[in-house]
């Protein structure tokens, strides 16, 4: 694990750091590693442009995969 020091912290964000973790009856440290934590999780504009940038290198194709899993799934073979 990696220390972080955060200066110049303004008082009313220390004061409501402090409010929220008595409220949940947790420590600030834990409120500020949250709070860390969702601001670098991607958002979900991020995820749709990541899934459309992985859909485009792949080419298009006009089979229907639901008839191959059914097909596979019913065939009797153990394995082919």
Same mark, same amino acid.
């Given at each position: 694990?990696?220390?972080?020091?955060?200066?110049?912290?303004?008082?009313?964000?220390?004061?409501?750091? $402090?409010? $929220?973790?008595?409220?949940?009856?947790?420590?600030?440290?834990?409120?500020?590693?949250?709070?860390?934590?969702?601001?670098?999780?991607? /958002?979900?504009?991020?995820?749709?442009?990541?899934?459309?940038?992985?859909?485009?290198? /792949?080419?298009?194709?006009?089979?229907?995969?639901?008839?191959?899993?059914?097909?596979?799934?019913?065939?009797?073979?153990?394995?082919?």
């Amino acid at each position: 694990m990696v220390d972080i020091l955060v200066r110049n912290v303004e008082d009313e964000v220390a004061r409501d750091l $402090k409010a $929220k973790a008595a409220a949940q009856g947790t420590s600030v440290n834990e409120i500020a590693r949250q709070a860390l934590r969702n601001e670098v999780r991607p /958002s979900k504009a991020e995820v749709m442009a990541e899934l459309d940038r992985v859909r485009g290198m /792949s080419r298009y194709s006009p089979v229907d995969s639901t008839t191959l899993i059914r097909e596979d799934r019913d065939n009797d073979e153990p394995y082919r």
